[in-house]
Structure formats: structure tokens, C-alpha cells
């Protein structure tokens, strides 16, 4: 028997199906170690030594694979076809030669680019060794990375309390982000007029022109600035003569794409499909891993992870002969086209992304598969197509008018096109439009024809700041520079979105505060390893350790003593050093110009104060120089969600009882009312639903007026409490909490609800606040016990045992498989220092008592 190690169940399954009984196909469950989250785990004191620690979920995966190598005459690693499936394979190599199972077998390492029958079988016949330079590159990566992340981190969470994390390429990509943010902002619009008329030719058909000179002088779009000529320009245009000068007609020919990289895939598929990066990936690994049809499962498309834009020759013959059946020969150029990467930096080179047979076409494969993946299959099979079809063709006319009156003369401009001929778009149709109107289509126009006018249009317009990033020209935008690699652009956003820096809102990334505060930091103190240029010239070196140019331990010590020292210098900074700093890089956007001459640094609430960043242990805010005698304070932006500026403290009345002002204000975690002005005055934030613009003295008051008793139990005799705390209204009897259905039932509640409500959060146990019922179970986990599916109050969940992952944000809880809830245990026992439940034999009591034991000591560590 031959062993053969893939990453995924879905994977082995489908290769187990492929070699028949005389191998077996096991899954690592992707990586099976990695270094320790601790510092010291790189070493560049000892040569840049790493050391690495196998990963506690599966270590049941790794004690069933050493046991089969046993029993194994050959052991065959067929992980991916990148760098991480290399690394994945030299890993479990490394594992098995420290637990000295392997003796004499032969090790061999097979690669393929499509999970299909042809393409296992054959890679079987072509093993090969691990790749070393490949390798290399894998420990570089690593390395650098965790170098950075272990000692930048924690340099930011000293100096810039609230902050979370920095790293290599997430720091780039986020001060892409912040700038345009800055840009944004300190954009300011400028007036400018356009001149258009509408016009009719000789036949009476009605076209449009735009100005394009006037008395000898050009105008662009945005040339135009005088209102007062724009509007002499019009009136003269309205009593001119106007003449053709000149018909120019020329045929334009419009080439298709390239196949789908990982990056174009990504970019298209947000733009087309709706879908974020990471949720591409996961459709299109699915898609990779294949699907049941007709009783076999098969891999529907090729590697999803490459840079490269090449077809394998059978696969161009294939598209072609599909091309002349389906659509025509007319749409299938005389030769095949040949494409070659542009990218910066083009990772190992792969083919294209693409289906891994033509003939299996969108219509025929849909109905096995769910929603998202007919959708991104439909795109790959028809951008693949597309890239081997015809060019289109379009007819694209200009027209040059002359106007004439008064000694005065402006020139007019109008253009159209018409596709003669869709070629390639007949199958991908990219839906891109021309700028101005190109894309409008003209009607016959002679230099002979007498021209009218039915109106002449001038409009005042304004120009328009950058547009934010969208995650497809975010991920383009990275792309172009160099920075990191296509294949973990869609975890890099997942990791700005996950630490707060960042939010995306309809499709557009908009960068919150506490990434700008960490961008400000960076730029400030460590400009060097965000800038461009650093970051890509640093991934060049990379791919040429993969490429076996360069020795990976020299590139680190090249980076790591300008880094580290860097860190050190860094590291002597006051607070208030950095302060400064920060008020400085933010100033324009925490302080804006008012616009009336007066400081934007005054404090509203005081007479002499002056606004400054402030940093606390939960994070950065604006606060008055005169604290405490004057304790304004308001969030970081000096605007609020609307886009309306934060006033002071805004004076709603006087309590009647102390006479005190009652004040809302803006804070830290958001608006609130307080009474009084004293050392520790009484405050209560408003609830989440509550309009800031809404508040009134009636609802502040009683807001302040919580907690408010509701009066004593019947049986026990203990007061009742209603009030609003960290997870809703409640009310509070003898310790114990029960949640209330809304704000409003706070300030309403009487005894007899207030008892019920207690008496039913008792009969359910006391875990109102516990595990809800399951969506929907999976099955049971190959180590015992079932998998669950569930929503909780930080969103949805598996569950194994006492076991809680949470599903990522971008997946639906009822997409997720056995598989994906496997992997997401492991991560989060191996995380948690736990392991997954288990069928085992009762433990000794004394072993039980020790392990209650350790485990409460564990959840009072906070481990």
C-alpha cells in the first residue's frame, strides 16, 4: 500500500476515489505546525533559528499518519502546487523523520494543477523531491512576519494604548487605505462649467456636441472655470452659424483578456458578483476540490492560487474546438493567443485559473452546485472562453463642428461608436463604458449637411474627490505595486477588518480611526517599512530565494538590523513624544478648519483649553488641556457618523431634584447624559437605537434614574431591579440577571412581568445567556461527538464538545460543511491550548478531579 498526504478530507476523498484500493489518502488538515505565538520563537541571535511546535488539534492527524507510514512501502505528499503546499509537505516530512517512522521508504512529492483523474495519474508518474528553494522562501516569509509582528506589536500597544496589531504587508495595504482617506478630506471642490449642444443634421436626427475651443483657446473637462465666459460662450453659440469641419470614421479592434489570475478572479468577482476576496477564495476552493456528478466527483476548475495567465495546450485546443461549435468559426482567431503575465513580481508560475473541462458547461453543472459557486463558475468558464475568441470590433466616428457669430468662433466635438462585430464579447461581456460619449451612437452625419441647433446647455459642475477603494481595486491596487501576494490579498483585508482598522460599507473600504492612528504611528516612526517601494523591493528579494538566487538567512539579516534597530530607537520615545507627533500627522482631520478664521484646537467648553490627542488604555480620544478643572472629551473624528461636527456638552435642563445641569455629550464608546459638573458626576450612555438628535430632559432623566427598583419579590422578599447593562435591559433579583425584550420594558416593567421573567430564565437552567438551540447539526466529529451549528450573541458558531469556533464573517451558517467545521475546531482548540472532545474510557477520579482542577486555573488565566 501507498500513502498519500493532501491537505483537505475533500481533497483525499477525491483522490482516494481516483487511485483505487491500493493507496491511502489521508488529510493533514492543512498545517500541521507552526511557530509558537511567544516571543523567541526566531531567533536571529541563533542564525535565524525557528522553533517550531505541531499543532495540539491535530495531533490525533499526525499520530494517524505516522501510523500509516508504518504500515506505508511509499509515502507520496500531493499537497498544492504553491509555496504553502510545499510547506505543508516538507512540515509533515519533518515530523516524520523526528518520530523516526519513515526508515528506508521512499519519500516522493507530486504536484497537480486540477483535481481530475488524468492530472492525479499523471503527476503519480512524475514525482519529484520537495522543492528546497521553495522551501527557503516559505521560512523567509514566515520569519519576516512573525518577526515583524512579535516586535512592532508590541512597541504599538505601549505607545499607542488600544491598537492591536501591525504586520508586513497589512500595514502597507492600510496606509493605501488611510491615504486615500486623507486625500479624501483635504479635497477641495472646484467649480467648472461644460457647454453642450443639441444638435440636429440634415436628416434631422438629433446628436449632441461638446465645446472643445473657443477664440483659439482648447478647453479639457474641467478648463472651463468663468462662469461669466461660459456664459458669453452660450449665447453666442445660440445665434452662431454652425458647419461640419470634418467626419473621421476608423474601425477600432478590442482584444480579450487573459484567463483568470488570483487577483483578476478576486477583482472581477467583487465587481460582477457581489463577493469579497475571501469568499471568492472559499467558492473557488470548493469548486477546486470538486463535486459529485453523475456519481463522480470531479474538480471543476484548475489551482486557484497563481499568478500565472498561461492555458495548457490541451486546454487551448479544447476552448477552441468549443469556441467553432458553440459560436462560429468567424469567432475563433486564426492562431491560438498566447498570454504572458505583467504582474510585479509573478509568483511561481501556474496556469490560469480555469475550468478543467470546457464542455462542462455552466448550464450543465448548475444544479450541483449551490448559489455562489454556479455564479463564479459561469464567470471562469466564460472569461476562459472569452480569452481565446475573436477580438470585437467597433466603428468609432468623430465629428469636428465649427460655430461662428460676432467675430467670434468655438469649436465643437462630437463622437459616438457602434460594435460591428461583438467577437469575444459575445461570451464576456465586460460591461465597460467609454468616458463622455463615446459609447453613444451617432446618426449618418456628411461634411455637406446643414447643422441646427434645438438648445444650448451650459451647466456648472464640481469636481469630485478620489473615489474610496473598493476590494477589487484595493486588491488591484496592491497588485501593481508589489505588495504581498494575490493568494493572501483576501486574508489581509480579513485581518484589517477583524483588528478594527478598516470597514467596508456598500463595496467601499472606508478606514476607521484606529487604522489611522496606527498609520500615523507607522509613518511617524517606521516610515521606512510602509513605504511602496521598501515593501515590493523586499518581495522581489523573496522570489528570489524561491527561485534559489538568493540565500534566505542573508535577506533576513539584511532586513532585521536595520529593523531592529529601528525598533530600538523607537522604543526610548515618551508618550508625550508620540503625542506630538500624531497631533501633528492628523491634525487636519481630528482639528478641521472651521472655516470662519476662529482655532479648530479650542476647547468648546472652557475659555483657554486646548484640544489635543489624548491616549488611554482603551484608546485614543480629544481631550481639553485644563483636565480635570475642564473634562471635555469627544471621540477621536471631529465627525460624527452623519458628518456633522460634534458640539460640546449641549444643555438639556436642570434635574428637578438637585437642580444640576443635565448634559449630553460625546465620549469614547459614544454619546451619554450626565448630571452635574462634579469630580465623578453621575452618567448613563444611550442605548443602542437611541437618536443622539432625539435626546430630550424626558428621556435623559430617565436614563439617570437607572437602575430603579422595582419593588421586592413575593417569596424571597430581595429587592428587583430593572436597568440596561453590557448585553441589554435586565432585571437583577438575588444575583441573578434575566434579559428584558427591549429598552422601553425597563423604564415599565412591574412586579408580576419582572417575576415571570426571573421565574423562566430559572426553569431554562440559567442559560439565557448560554449556548442557543442548533441551527442545524452536521454530523459526528471523527474523534466522537456531534457538530453543531449555532448563532450566538457575537455571531455564528460550531460547536464540538465544549468546543466554540467562530464562522467567519463572510460565511453563512448554513453553507458551512463538516469540513470547514473540522478545520475551524482544530484552529480554535490548538489556539485555546484544548483539545477536541474525545471518546475515551471514564479517567480515575483523582484524574478527573486534577483535570477540573487545571481546567478552572486555565479559565482564570484567561487562556
Avoid at 519576516?144 to 505607545?159: A, E, H, M, N, Q
Avoid at 496589531?165 to 497589512?170: F, K, T
Avoid at 451650459?458 to 493568494?487: C, D, N, Q
Avoid at 443602542?688 to 422595582?710: F, N, Q, T
Wanted: overall charge neutral.
Amino acid at each position: 500500500m501507498d500513502l498519500v498526504i493532501v491537505e483537505s478530507p475533500a481533497k483525499a476523498k477525491t483522490i482516494n476515489k481516483y487511485l483505487g484500493p491500493n493507496y491511502k489518502v489521508l488529510a493533514s488538515m492543512g498545517h500541521v505546525r507552526d511557530l509558537p505565538s511567544k516571543d523567541g520563537s526566531v531567533d536571529p541571535e541563533d542564525d535565524f533559528a525557528m522553533r517550531w511546535q505541531n499543532d495540539a488539534g491535530k495531533s490525533k492527524t499526525i499520530t494517524e499518519i505516522a501510523r500509516s507510514v508504518k504500515e506505508a512501502e511509499r509515502v507520496i505528499l500531493a499537497t498544492d502546487p504553491d509555496r504553502e503546499g510545499e510547506a505543508i509537505s516538507w512540515h509533515v516530512l519533518e515530523i516524520l523523520k523526528a518520530k523516526k517512522v519513515l526508515k528506508d521508504k521512499p519519500v516522493e512529492r507530486v504536484v497537480f494543477n486540477a483535481i481530475t483523474k488524468n492530472a492525479v495519474l499523471e503527476a503519480m508518474d512524475n514525482p519529484r523531491a520537495i522543492d528546497g528553494p521553495l522551501v527557503d522562501a516559505y521560512l523567509a516569509r514566515r520569519a519576516l512576519d512573525y518577526l515583524v509582528g512579535f516586535t512592532l506589536s508590541p512597541v504599538l500597544w505601549r505607545k499607542l494604548p488600544g491598537s492591536r496589531s501591525a504586520g508586513r504587508v497589512q500595514s502597507v495595504a492600510l496606509r493605501l487605505v488611510t491615504e486615500r482617506e486623507t486625500e479624501i478630506e483635504a479635497f477641495v471642490p472646484q467649480a467648472y462649467w461644460t457647454i453642450n449642444a443639441h444638435l440636429k443634421n440634415g436628416s434631422n436626427a438629433p446628436f449632441e456636441a461638446r465645446l472643445a475651443a473657443y477664440d483659439g483657446t482648447k478647453y479639457g473637462r474641467h478648463d472651463l472655470t468663468d462662469a461669466d465666459l461660459a456664459g458669453s460662450i452660450k449665447s453666442m453659440l445660440e445665434q452662431a452659424d454652425i458647419s461640419v469641419a470634418k467626419v473621421e470614421a476608423k474601425p477600432v479592434r478590442r482584444n480579450p483578456y487573459a484567463p483568470f489570475t488570483t487577483s483578476t478572479l478576486q477583482q472581477d468577482a467583487s465587481s460582477r458578483l457581489g463577493m469579497s476576496p475571501s469568499t471568492t477564495m472559499r467558492v473557488a476552493q470548493r469548486l477546486y476540490e470538486g463535486t459529485e456528478i453523475d456519481g463522480e466527483t470531479v474538480g471543476l476548475i484548475t489551482y486557484m492560487r497563481t499568478d500565472g495567465v498561461q492555458m495548457a495546450p490541451e486546454a487551448i485546443r479544447s476552448t477552441r474546438k468549443l469556441i467553432g461549435e458553440k459560436y462560429g468559426e468567424q469567432y475563433l482567431p486564426k492562431d491560438a493567443r498566447l498570454y504572458s503575465s505583467k504582474a510585479k513580481n509573478a509568483q511561481e508560475a501556474h496556469e490560469a485559473i480555469r475550468p478543467t473541462d470546457l464542455f462542462r458547461t455552466p448550464d450543465q453543472v448548475k444544479r450541483y452546485l449551490d448559489a455562489d459557486q454556479a455564479k463564479l463558475y459561469q464567470l471562469i468558464w466564460s472569461r476562459t472562453m472569452a480569452s481565446q475568441m475573436a477580438a470585437s470590433v467597433s466603428e468609432r466616428t468623430s465629428v469636428d463642428l465649427t460655430a461662428t457669430h460676432g467675430g467670434h468662433s468655438a469649436d465643437l466635438r462630437a463622437s459616438g461608436s457602434v460594435i460591428t462585430f461583438d467577437g469575444f464579447l459575445a461570451a464576456y461581456d465586460t460591461g465597460a463604458s467609454s468616458k463622455d460619449d463615446d459609447d453613444k451612437r451617432l446618426p449618418p452625419i456628411t461634411e455637406r449637411d446643414r447643422i441646427t441647433q434645438e438648445k444650448i446647455e451650459a451647466t456648472e459642475k464640481f469636481t469630485e474627490p478620489p473615489a474610496r477603494f473598493s476590494e477589487a481595486s484595493l486588491v488591484k491596487r496592491m497588485e501593481e505595486l508589489g505588495i504581498g501576494r494575490p493568494s493572501t490579498y483576501a486574508a489581509t483585508l480579513a485581518v484589517l477588518q477583524d483588528r478594527d482598522y478598516i470597514e467596508v460599507e456598500k463595496r467601499r473600504i472606508f478606514a476607521k480611526d484606529k487604522g489611522r492612528l496606527v498609520t500615523a504611528f507607522l509613518e511617524a516612526f517606521f516610515k521606512r517599512y510602509v513605504e511602496y517601494d521598501f515593501t515590493a523591493s523586499l518581495e522581489e528579494e523573496l522570489d528570489q530565494i524561491s527561485a534559489g538566487e538568493r540565500d534566505w538567512r542573508d535577506v533576513l539579516r539584511a532586513f532585521w538590523t536595520a529593523f531592529s534597530a529601528s525598533v530600538d530607537e523607537i522604543s526610548e520615545l515618551r508618550i508625550t513624544q508620540v503625542i506630538d507627533a500624531l497631533n501633528d500627522l492628523l491634525g487636519p482631520h481630528i482639528f478641521p478648519d472651521k472655516g470662519d478664521g476662529s482655532d479648530p484646537r479650542k476647547c468648546p467648553a472652557c475659555d483657554d483649553g486646548q484640544l489635543s490627542l489624548k491616549i488611554s488604555r482603551y484608546g485614543a480620544f480629544i481631550g481639553c488641556s485644563n483636565y480635570p478643572e475642564c473634562n471635555y472629551t469627544r471621540q477621536l473624528a471631529a465627525n460624527d457618523n452623519d458628518g456633522e461636527a460634534q458640539a460640546g456638552p449641549v444643555v438639556l435642563g436642570e434635574d428637578t431634584e438637585t437642580g444640576e445641569q443635565i448634559t449630553l455629550r460625546d465620549g469614547r464608546f459614544g454619546p451619554y447624559v450626565q448630571l452635574g459638573e462634579e469630580a465623578k458626576p453621575k452618567r448613563a450612555s444611550l442605548p443602542k437605537g437611541w437618536d443622539r438628535a432625539a435626546m430630550d430632559l424626558e428621556k435623559a432623566l430617565r436614563l439617570l434614574s437607572l437602575p430603579r427598583l422595582v419593588g421586592a419579590h413575593p417569596e424571597t422578599g430581595k429587592d428587583i431591579m430593572a436597568g440596561i447593562g453590557r448585553y441589554g435591559p435586565f432585571v437583577l433579583h438575588d444575583g441573578k440577571y434575566a434579559n428584558l425584550e427591549s429598552v422601553d420594558e425597563v423604564f415599565e416593567v412591574g412586579i408580576n412581568r419582572a417575576v415571570t421573567v426571573i421565574a423562566e430564565k430559572a426553569a431554562s437552567g440559567g442559560r439565557g445567556r448560554g449556548a442557543p438551540a442548533a441551527l442545524k447539526t452536521l454530523g459526528d466529529h471523527p474523534d466522537g461527538g456531534a457538530v453543531t451549528v449555532h448563532s450566538g450573541r457575537y455571531g455564528p458558531y460550531v460547536k464540538h464538545g465544549k468546543i466554540n469556533a467562530t464562522i467567519p464573517k463572510d460565511t453563512k451558517p448554513e453553507d458551512v460543511t463538516m469540513d470547514q467545521a473540522i478545520e475551524l475546531i482544530a484552529a480554535r482548540a490548538a489556539k485555546a491550548g484544548k483539545k477536541p472532545a474525545a471518546k475515551k474510557k471514564a479517567p480515575a477520579k483523582k484524574k478527573a478531579a486534577a483535570k477540573k482542577t487545571a481546567a478552572k486555573k486555565k479559565a482564570a488565566s484567561g487562556e
